[in-house]
């Protein structure tokens, strides 16, 4: 076989000669392009041949699966005029690799239907697919058929090995070992292998001490084994050891070595085998490569990993989405976005990664936009967790309309609604105003887990159906369902927006007496805050006495706001310092203390606060909102009057408001109504909407201007849907 180097000259002299070279010598070239990832010249060369053989097609056909092309490869083979034991063996690999198992067996049984010789490779490689599928019916069958044709080799009991242990039967594994008249290094192997890979590290180290020979796989299986166990000192001893037998180390012994640095996050020894695969020239091995640049991204060492990416001659699907992934972890959207543009083809890692990145930084109009483009581009891809994403968009967004068109695609594509995508769809719709079909969702889950009950109690509670909610929590617990501090979370607050103090306090006991559940923060901020609102100061006073670690920024504003529901100010004052020194650039803390302050009259406290702001540079962000209305999003902040229809949204509010004054049943309550008689006065404070059938709710300034420019700008006659 001639090198890489030796098939370009060679073609260059054939061309420079204008003579047609012979058939083999072609063959050998498609073969060097297709092995260095030059598929394309590959095929260029292949379509201009002459003549061809089934040896040409084979390799074209292998060069493609090589290069992770499936299409094209099954493409080639159905057009292939002459298929033997090597076209099957190629496509049936590609198959397999590929996840398309059921073609994989449709093509082994062709080959049975057109007695198409099988070898071992073939053998092997359906035993392999076996393993991979946990069917060992399928796999006996195989062994069945090799009985039935006199077929054996210590290559194909080793196979047979590891689909037993894989399947989990590890006896009957045991049971062919023990029976193999003579057990060489490859078999021997396979066994280690399976009392490793289910969990028996005391057999599997006794056969090892009884081998006689140890190669490069016996000790990278106890390395593997070891891993697989968490057991990081003995990882290192074990490599420590190979090291001084002698027995050269390959990239499956870094790979192990990165996968445990990897689960320990430890960067220190993803640095010391990297440089052990410099310095033994393994860096062009892309196992390697692939695994050093995904260690680094999860470990957060960005540059090591560009580094590590940058010397590849040929950088895979595989690196650049581990980058993406990493970039977007740590919030470098410039840059994931920079190494996604860089994909020649975008595989669904790659677009959930970027999508979440947004996510996190609760950016969810781009995070809905990316995912709208997937679905452009990607329509017939359907990843869980892509879904999962653009739910979780639409979730943070509050866009029904988007998240009812991801339902429905869910639907068409007949996609299984299991716990994860019921609990998406259940927290979109309960964040969108929509209860009853959160609810819908919640009831054909058949198989609900925690996570699920979470967020139905706390899209109950978030509802005002705290009943529900309570109903909900004690349905779990009899489901068996044993509740976590986050179901504990949802309950407190069911409890306080409706003034359950009993129920409450009830409910935190019993977490820690019959649940096993320390209260943390958020949940003593949950009870100081249902204490503040049911006027129980003296309570939510003990229990701040009481916290037993440091309050955090949560509970002092959860306090704060007790004290300012029950006029409490000389309280206020005492934890002002502590929460201010907690949270010294949160404008939003200066002007709460000082709105307490002025409400009480104590103007001189007031201009305290507000000269404390000045002097630290603080400022207070204004409130924002949006709406979409026709396809269209409009953001806005209160007080907004840069848009064309500034005017007409004020007088439409100024309208609402003077028909709401009018009306029978319904009223706008603004306090101090004397001093707000214009349009611009009534968006620039809260004002509370009393419906009949509901308790006092409040509409803050931005939230108004979306109402009335959503009114203005629908033409359709629709409701217009309000979030608040």
């Not at 490689?125 to 006996?140: F, I, P, V």
């Not at 990278?220 to 290192?236: F, I, M, P, Q, R």
């Not at 409450?504 to 923060?521: K, R």
Request: charged fraction near 20%.
């Amino acid at each position: 076989m001639r090198s890489f180097k030796e098939c370009v000259r060679l073609q260059t002299f054939f061309i420079k000669a204008a003579v047609v070279a012979p058939v083999h010598v072609l063959n050998q070239i498609i073969n060097a392009y297709s092995k260095n990832w030059f598929i394309h010249e590959a095929r260029r060369l292949f379509d201009e041949m002459p003549e061809r053989n089934v040896f040409t097609w084979n390799n074209m056909i292998n060069g493609y699966i090589i290069n992770n092309d499936l299409f094209e490869a099954w493409g080639l083979f159905e057009l292939a005029p002459e298929k033997d034991t090597v076209s099957y063996n190629s496509i049936i690999s590609g198959c397999t690799r590929n996840g398309c198992m059921e073609e994989a067996v449709d093509l082994f049984r062709e080959m049975q239907a057109n007695s198409i010789r099988m070898d071992e490779f073939t053998l092997t490689t359906m035993l392999n697919l076996a393993a991979k599928l946990s069917e060992l019916s399928y796999g006996k069958q195989i062994q069945s058929f090799l009985v039935k044709t006199a077929t054996s080799s210590g290559f194909l009991c080793s196979s047979i090995i590891d689909m037993y242990s894989k399947c989990g039967n590890l006896d009957d594994a045991v049971r062919l070992f023990g029976e193999m008249s003579e057990k060489d290094l490859v078999s021997t192997n396979a066994m280690l292998a399976a009392y490793f890979r289910n969990g028996q590290l005391q057999q599997g180290l006794k056969l090892f001490k009884e081998m006689d020979i140890h190669d490069t796989v016996s000790w990278n299986t106890v390395l593997s084994g070891y891993v697989l166990s968490g057991d990081a000192e003995k990882v290192l001893e074990v490599f420590i050891d190979m090291a001084q037998s002698g027995v050269p180390q390959n990239g499956h012994t870094y790979g192990s070595i990165l996968t445990l640095s990897t689960s320990l996050k430890n960067v220190r020894l993803a640095k010391s085998v990297h440089a052990c695969v410099l310095r033994n020239g393994l860096v062009s091995n892309s196992f390697i490569t692939r695994g050093l640049i995904d260690v680094y991204c999860k470990c957060g060492n960005l540059k090591h990993a560009e580094f590590v990416a940058h010397e590849i001659p040929h950088q895979n699907a595989y690196s650049i989405t581990s980058l993406i992934v990493g970039h977007a972890n740590r919030g470098n959207l410039y840059e994931a976005s920079r190494f996604f543009d860089l994909l020649p083809e975008k595989n669904t890692v790659a677009w959930t990664a970027l999508i979440t990145g947004h996510l996190r930084l609760q950016q969810s109009d781009i995070a809905l936009s990316l995912f709208r483009e997937f679905q452009k581009k990607e329509a017939t891809k359907t990843d869980e967790l892509i879904l999962i994403s653009g739910l979780g968009a639409c979730a943070l967004q509050a866009a029904f309309e988007h998240g009812k068109q991801i339902h429905s695609y869910v639907i068409r594509k007949q996609i299984q609604v299991n716990e994860k995508i019921g609990n998406a769809l259940l927290d979109m719709y309960s964040k969108c105003g929509n209860i009853r079909y959160a609810e819908e969702i919640f009831r054909k889950v058949m198989n609900r887990d925690l996570v699920l009950y979470n967020s139905m109690i706390a899209g109950y509670a978030n509802h005002g159906r705290e009943m529900d909610a309570i109903n909900l929590f004690e349905e779990m617990i009899q489901e068996g369902i044993k509740p976590d501090e986050i179901s504990f979370i949802a309950i407190f607050s069911a409890c306080r927006h409706a003034g359950l103090v009993v129920k409450g306090e009830n409910f935190f006991n019993c977490m820690v007496t019959d649940h096993g559940i320390s209260p943390g923060l958020d949940h003593y901020a949950c009870m100081i805050d249902l204490f503040g609102r049911s006027n129980c100061m003296d309570k939510a006073e003990e229990m701040m006495k009481n916290i037993p670690q440091e309050p955090d920024a949560i509970v002092l504003g959860a306090f704060l706001n007790a004290c300012r529901i029950n006029g409490k100010t000389k309280l206020a004052g005492v934890v002002e310092e502590k929460l201010l020194s907690l949270e010294t650039d949160n404008g939003a803390r200066y002007v709460q203390f000082a709105n307490l302050y002025a409400a009480e009259g104590m103007w001189s406290e007031m201009g305290r606060i507000r000269g404390k702001m000045r002097g630290k540079e603080v400022k207070k962000f204004a409130g924002c909102s949006w709406i979409h209305v026709q396809d269209k999003l409009f953001t806005f902040t209160a007080g907004d009057s840069s848009c064309s229809e500034a005017q007409a949204v004020y007088a439409s509010l100024e309208s609402l408001n003077e028909e709401m004054k009018r009306s029978g049943e319904d009223k706008m309550v603004m306090p101090n109504n004397n001093r707000r008689q214009n349009a611009r006065n009534f968006i620039a404070h809260p004002a509370v909407y009393l419906p009949s059938d509901q308790r006092p709710r409040f509409l803050w300034p931005s939230q108004l201007y979306r109402l009335a420019r959503g009114l203005l700008q629908d033409e359709r006659g629709k409701h217009v849907k309000l979030n608040i």
